[in-house]
Each structure stands twice: as structure tokens, then as C-alpha cells.
């Protein structure tokens, strides 16, 4: 739910005519999930779009009646060259990728409340500051794209937040995240390197390197942009997390079958993703990887067989998990 410019989501969402809209909406009832998190959906700073966007689902599906949609970086202004063209400041010299201010951002629905007194936003850490940082450099080992520019890079493309719910039985720990394509840059690897740092926080955050982190009763969830078997990129990265004994994977999959798509290895009742050409095809990049003291009693990714609608609501499909809380 990117648009070209600020406000134009809302303004989609009022006219009630845009057939992605209609789409969204229509998975969104069929699914009906308690807590969902939307991706690359823009961003403003009063909640217009995203109360509007509730309002809409309401019509046909749940209704939510807690919001949390911190600023992303995403379209953040860096006043600097962050990309090492030379020049500043266009889309790829914001923080994270985007034409304007909010542009892709993250929203998460509830129907549970939200501690908002306990939410942590690590958005705004530097990626000089993680831990065993994998910073880009050039070939004379000089900072890339320059040290002015190391100085200011956040580590998040997206964001990094840590939100309690209030559940009837007890508080329940999101941990949501939509780190930046592994991609789209030159030999010093900087995306690359940048979505294999943003993956490697949540285990520091949960080795405890930022504060207490929950024991228990917590769900990691987000875009990845990675897929642990056929993406470009670092990707032990993705492997750690799902390897890591603090976490559970649940390995959603679509319901009926699913062809081996040329050139990929990994099993593609799993993937959340296709990318048409010249992009990179079917993979997995989004999960949720719940703590191991809950209990999954199922879970899958929404993937028709055949289209609902036209056009459809994404590229992405919905990944969801039920859990049986202890």
C-alpha cells in the first residue's frame, strides 16, 4: 500500500474505488486474524490513513480498535549521500528507501490492548552501535560510503519495535521488524550487509545487549527480505534465527500443491513471495517465529490457487499462526 506521494493512501481509502483496497479487505475477513501487521503501507503522523484503513476492514471483517504505527524510516531525511553516488538526497539517501517521508512504512492492528507505555522503538539505532557490525567499506578500507554517512546510518530500513499486548491470560511480546532488500547496490555489499545486521539484532536484543528481553511468551515477525535456501544475500543470517532455540518455526505453507520453480531449491509450499520478472521469483521472506513456550496449533500462508480478485491485493501473500496460549 505504497502510493507516489503523501496522503494519496488515505485519499485511496475515502474515494472506497481502489480494487486493491477491496482486495486487502476481502483477505483480511477471510483470514479475520486477532493481531495483524501490515508492510510497506505509508505512513502519517496522526493515524489518518490507518484509522481509515481500520475503518474499512471493520466493514467486512474485524474491527480493531488499537493502532500502533510508529514513524519508519523508510523515506527519512539523512541531509547526506548514503547510497555513494555522489550526490544527496533522493529516494536511496533517505534512511530507509523512499520518496517521502513515511513511504513504506509498518503498521500493526489489534484487537488486544497495546501497552504503549512499554513499547521500544530501536528504530532510531545507529548501525555503527550493533554489536560485531558488518559496516561496508571501500576497497582502501575507508568507511563506504564515507564517514560523514557512517556517522548518521541507522540500522533500520523499516523499523525495529518491541510492543506488548495485554491478552485476557497475560502480556504477549511482538517483536516486528521489515528489514531492506539484500540487494540493489555495488561490490561493498552495503544492503547486503545492512539486512544481515537487522536480522542479527533480535538476537542480541534477545541476548539481552539493549535491556532486559522477554523470557517468554514473545512472537518475532516481519519481512525479512531473505530467504534462508535461494535469495541473494547473507543468508546465515536468516538461517540463525530459524536455528535459534529461543524461537519456534512453525514453516506456514500454502494449502494444496506447489511446483518446484526453476532454479530454486527450497520448498515452495513455504514461499510468501513472487516476484515477476526481472525480479527474482517465488521465496520465503516473511515470518513469524513464535517463542517455544507457545504452543502452535496451526498455521499457513493464504496463497489461492487461483486469484480472488483483480489485481490482486500484493505480491506478498499473508502468513498467519494460530497459537494456543499457555
Same mark, same amino acid.
Given at each position: 500500500?505504497?502510493?507516489? #506521494?503523501? =496522503?494519496?493512501?488515505?485519499?485511496?481509502?475515502?474515494?472506497?474505488?481502489?480494487?486493491?483496497?477491496?482486495?486487502?479487505?476481502?483477505?483480511?475477513?477471510?483470514?479475520?486474524?486477532?493481531?495483524?501487521?501490515?508492510?510497506?503501507?505509508?505512513?502519517?503522523?496522526?493515524?489518518?490513513?490507518?484509522?481509515?484503513?481500520?475503518?474499512?476492514?471493520?466493514?467486512?471483517?474485524?474491527?480493531?480498535?488499537?493502532?500502533?504505527?510508529?514513524?519508519?524510516?523508510?523515506?527519512?531525511?539523512?541531509?547526506?549521500?548514503?547510497?555513494?553516488?555522489?550526490?544527496?538526497?533522493?529516494?536511496?539517501?533517505?534512511?530507509?528507501?523512499?520518496? +517521502?517521508? #513515511?513511504?513504506?512504512?509498518?503498521?500493526?492492528? *489489534?484487537?488486544?490492548?497495546?501497552?504503549?507505555?512499554?513499547?521500544?522503538?530501536?528504530?532510531?539505532?545507529?548501525?555503527?552501535?550493533?554489536?560485531?557490525?558488518?559496516?561496508?567499506?571501500?576497497?582502501?578500507? %575507508?568507511?563506504?560510503? *564515507?564517514?560523514?554517512?557512517?556517522?548518521?546510518? /541507522?540500522?533500520?530500513?523499516?523499523?525495529?519495535?518491541?510492543?506488548?499486548?495485554?491478552?485476557?491470560?497475560?502480556?504477549?511480546?511482538?517483536?516486528?521488524?521489515?528489514? %531492506?532488500?539484500?540487494?540493489?547496490?555495488?561490490?561493498?555489499?552495503?544492503?547486503?550487509?545492512?539486512?544481515?545486521?537487522?536480522?542479527?539484532?533480535?538476537?542480541? +536484543?534477545?541476548?539481552?545487549?539493549? =535491556?532486559?528481553?522477554?523470557?517468554? /511468551? +514473545?512472537?518475532?515477525? =516481519?519481512?525479512?527480505?531473505?530467504?534462508?535456501?535461494?535469495?541473494?544475500?547473507?543468508? #546465515?543470517?536468516?538461517?540463525?534465527?530459524?536455528?535459534?532455540? /529461543?524461537?519456534?518455526?512453525?514453516?506456514?505453507?500454502?494449502?494444496?500443491?506447489?511446483?518446484?520453480?526453476? #532454479?530454486?531449491?527450497?520448498?515452495? /509450499?513455504?514461499? %510468501?513471495?513472487?516476484?515477476?520478472?526481472?525480479?527474482?521469483?517465488?521465496?520465503?521472506?516473511?515470518?513469524?517465529?513464535?517463542?517455544?513456550?507457545?504452543?502452535?496449533?496451526?498455521?499457513?500462508?493464504?496463497?489461492?490457487? %487461483?486469484?480472488?480478485?483483480?489485481?490482486?491485493?500484493?505480491?506478498?501473500?499473508?502468513?498467519?499462526?494460530?497459537?494456543?496460549?499457555?
Amino acid at each position: 500500500m505504497e502510493r507516489r #506521494g503523501p =496522503g494519496l493512501l488515505l485519499r485511496d481509502i475515502l474515494r472506497d474505488t481502489d480494487p486493491q483496497i477491496a482486495t486487502i479487505a476481502e483477505v483480511v475477513a477471510r483470514l479475520a486474524p486477532d493481531i495483524l501487521l501490515l508492510q510497506e503501507v505509508d505512513h502519517d503522523r496522526d493515524l489518518h490513513a490507518m484509522r481509515a484503513l481500520r475503518d474499512r476492514l471493520a466493514r467486512d471483517g474485524p474491527h480493531y480498535p488499537h493502532i500502533l504505527a510508529l514513524r519508519p524510516n523508510s523515506g527519512l531525511y539523512s541531509g547526506r549521500d548514503m547510497d555513494g553516488d555522489g550526490r544527496c538526497c533522493d529516494a536511496r539517501d533517505a534512511q530507509g528507501y523512499g520518496a +517521502f517521508s #513515511g513511504q513504506g512504512g509498518m503498521a500493526l492492528l *489489534s484487537r488486544y490492548p497495546i501497552d504503549r507505555d512499554a513499547v521500544q522503538d530501536f528504530s532510531a539505532l545507529l548501525w555503527r552501535d550493533l554489536p560485531g557490525a558488518l559496516l561496508p567499506v571501500r576497497d582502501d578500507g %575507508t568507511p563506504f560510503p *564515507s564517514a560523514e554517512a557512517r556517522s548518521a546510518q /541507522r540500522l533500520s530500513y523499516t523499523g525495529h519495535w518491541v510492543v506488548p499486548l495485554m491478552l485476557p491470560d497475560g502480556p504477549l511480546t511482538l517483536m516486528v521488524f521489515h528489514a %531492506t532488500p539484500p540487494v540493489f547496490d555495488g561490490p561493498e555489499d552495503a544492503n547486503g550487509r545492512r539486512n544481515h545486521d537487522e536480522l542479527r539484532f533480535w538476537q542480541h +536484543f534477545l541476548d539481552g545487549a539493549f =535491556g532486559p528481553a522477554p523470557q517468554a /511468551r +514473545f512472537v518475532l515477525m =516481519g519481512d525479512a527480505n531473505l530467504d534462508p535456501n535461494d535469495s541473494d544475500g547473507r543468508r #546465515g543470517a536468516i538461517r540463525a534465527l530459524l536455528a535459534d532455540p /529461543r524461537l519456534q518455526d512453525p514453516r506456514p505453507m500454502r494449502r494444496g500443491p506447489a511446483a518446484l520453480a526453476p #532454479g530454486k531449491s527450497g520448498d515452495p /509450499r513455504l514461499h %510468501t513471495v513472487d516476484w515477476p520478472p526481472p525480479g527474482p521469483g517465488p521465496l520465503r521472506v516473511s515470518y513469524i517465529l513464535p517463542s517455544r513456550d507457545l504452543r502452535v496449533s496451526d498455521a499457513g500462508v493464504h496463497w489461492p490457487l %487461483t486469484e480472488e480478485s483483480a489485481p490482486a491485493a500484493s505480491r506478498h501473500r499473508p502468513v498467519w499462526v494460530d497459537l494456543a496460549m499457555p
